[in-house]
């Protein structure tokens, strides 16, 4: 049996995953990358996968337009 706080952590979880692997998704795409593993890997964890898509991406994206 699901305890409450687990079912309220996890009803919090779920529009946080989503949020996050939706604007990874459209980012990677608008920068040309690989939307759906970004997409798909947002939606596993949080917030490891904005850290290291701010670091492979938006840093270096950054990088070559200066």
């Known amino acids: ?3 409450t706080n687990e ?11 989503l949020a996050q692997g939706i604007w990874l998704y459209i980012d990677a795409k608008r920068r040309g990358t690989y939307a759906w593993a970004w997409g798909i890997v947002g939606l596993i964890q949080f917030p490891t996968p904005l850290l290291l898509y701010y670091v492979f991406i938006i840093r270096k994206d950054k990088k070559r337009r200066h």
């Open 1 to 3: 049996m699901i305890s």
């Open 7 to 17: 079912l309220i952590s996890i009803i919090l979880a779920i529009p946080i995953l």
